[in-house]
């Protein structure tokens, strides 16, 4: 009697419409295909609650979620995804296909594959390879949701740094192609590896009418990239004990400025104006030559707001410090210390012989600009070959030194001073993705995923554009240098595709 009742109860159990496993979970296939059709529900508080409940039964619903994920339907691939990923680390069986689905053409599902298989950690390993060519996804999202998988499954395989000779391949063959795009007559390029200049090629013309090739003679305006030089030259003072970096400048050489609060002027100091948060604005009304009133707009210090005004000031504090014009002083104590015979903060005969011509966005020759009086902040002449020189002496200590800059002075130089939220990161691909942006000592720094990248960026009104960035950890960095107004969008090109160096 007991044994038929055991058997009725079995069969009752046997015909229910939902069963469970012995864990509580469910095994019945309508169960999990009722909820999958959901995915597809035009209510997203429907397509969330489906994904909960399947995302409930952890491993046993793995097996339902492996056809969802190849759908037509975006919604439903996206909502299979956000359930293996909460199911993760359960269900393994599901990387391969998440993987996959990194080729997505739905940013969203991409995104969302890539946060799962960081959940698998270890597991998802076979993923890393796909998981790299993420990190140069066109959506900025999905390059920081591949950076947070790799983290989670194998952080070494981010560190590794990229071939120097496929570096070079893009560069030959990308440069031609923007410079006909774009209408630059000429560019110039310097890769840095190891501490040294590794490869130098130049592109197109210095001079279109004339027919004048670019050349490794060619010399460019440095534009903004003057900037990092005068801090260099800063550094030099304090190293000699001539200059304090947190000394208010006016006990050095007061300046009259135009404030609400008459103690501001008395606040600026070097290290102020080297990360610029003197308070100062890029340029005050009228030519800066010319002594008109400089307004300071905010208290010193206390924010970040980019000014050439505050370089040219801190210039003339240098000039009186040392008693001579900075190109003089800059000519002896930097540019012969390191052997740049082509580098000169005002027109020499040799700059007049060697300089390219400017050129508008449309290809138009630019008046050219003939500095005959020295700017920190903008009349640097030189070729990105002796810039490149210049990061070395930055990056290598024995350099430094031999120009009187200890390596402490080199990494204050580098060194975080303050961060700034209202530049964006330089879009650089893979391992050189972009968090946070910050300020040194005349240079930008970007921290990215695998360290800080240190930059700097130049534009002039006689057509010329450039910038350069290297890292300390690595002894590595490049130099680019146009002679026409779209050269920041092919320098900008140009890194977004092989800024990971």
């Not at 000394?247 to 102020?272: G, H, N, Q, V």
């Not at 910050?438 to 360290?451: K, M, Q, V």
């Amino acid at each position: 009697m007991n044994f038929r009742w055991i058997l009725i109860c079995f069969l009752l159990l046997a015909i229910q419409p939902l069963s469970f496993s012995q864990e509580g979970r469910q095994t019945n296939p309508e169960y999990f295909l009722s909820r999958i059709n959901n995915f597809s529900h035009a209510d997203p508080f429907v397509r969330g609650e489906a994904v909960t409940a399947i995302a409930k039964q952890v491993g046993s619903a793995v097996q339902y979620l492996l056809k969802p994920l190849v759908d037509t339907n975006d919604e439903v691939r996206k909502c299979a995804v956000i359930a293996l990923g909460k199911i993760a680390p359960a269900g393994t069986e599901a990387i391969p296909l998440l993987t996959e689905t990194l080729n997505d053409k739905k940013s969203e599902v991409r995104w969302c594959s890539a946060i799962a298989l960081g959940k698998y950690k270890e597991a998802a390993v076979s993923a890393v390879p796909r998981l790299l060519v993420a990190l140069d996804d066109t959506d900025s999202d999905v390059r920081w949701a591949a950076y947070f998988a790799l983290t989670k499954i194998s952080k070494e395989s981010i560190n590794k740094a990229p071939d120097l000779e496929g570096i070079i391949k893009t560069v030959e063959s990308l440069t031609p192609q923007l410079i006909n795009e774009l209408h630059v007559p000429g560019v110039s390029i310097c890769i840095i590896k190891n501490n040294e200049v590794a490869y130098a090629k130049q592109f197109g013309y210095a001079d279109v009418a004339a027919q004048m090739k670019v050349d490794s003679k060619t010399i460019f305006e440095a534009c903004s990239m003057s900037k990092p030089v005068l801090s260099f030259i800063v550094l030099q003072l304090v190293n000699q004990g001539k200059l304090d970096l947190d000394k208010p400048l006016y006990l050095y050489l007061a300046e009259e400025f135009i404030s609400c609060d008459e103690t501001y002027a008395k606040l600026i100091t070097a290290r102020m104006i080297l990360a610029h948060t003197s308070g100062m604005p890029n340029w005050r009304k009228g030519d800066d030559e010319t002594g008109g009133p400089i307004p300071l707009y905010f208290k010193p210090g206390t924010r970040f707001n980019y000014s050439g005004e505050g370089i040219y000031y801190l210039q003339r504090v240098v000039e009186h410090i040392t008693n001579k014009p900075l190109d003089v002083y800059a000519k002896e104590q930097l540019f012969d210390k390191l052997g740049l015979e082509s580098t000169s903060f005002v027109v020499t005969p040799k700059v007049a012989r060697h300089i390219a011509t400017g050129y508008d966005a449309v290809g138009q020759p630019k008046k050219k600009g003939n500095y005959t009086h020295a700017n920190a902040a903008y009349t640097l002449y030189t070729t990105p070959a002796e810039y490149a020189q210049f990061i070395t002496a930055i990056m290598n200590n024995k350099n430094a030194q031999d120009c009187s800059v200890s390596a402490p002075l080199i990494q204050e130089m580098v060194k975080h001073q303050i961060r700034v939220d209202t530049r964006e990161v330089t879009d650089r691909p893979g391992r050189s993705l972009g968090l946070y942006s910050f300020r040194g000592l005349g240079w930008g720094i970007d921290s990215t995923i695998t360290g800080d990248v240190i930059y700097h960026s130049g534009s002039n009104q006689t057509g010329f554009r450039c910038y350069s960035q290297f890292r300390m950890n690595e002894g590595s960095g490049i130099v680019i240098m146009a002679n026409g107004e779209n050269g920041s969008e092919l320098w900008t090109r140009l890194i977004r595709k092989i800024g990971n160096w």
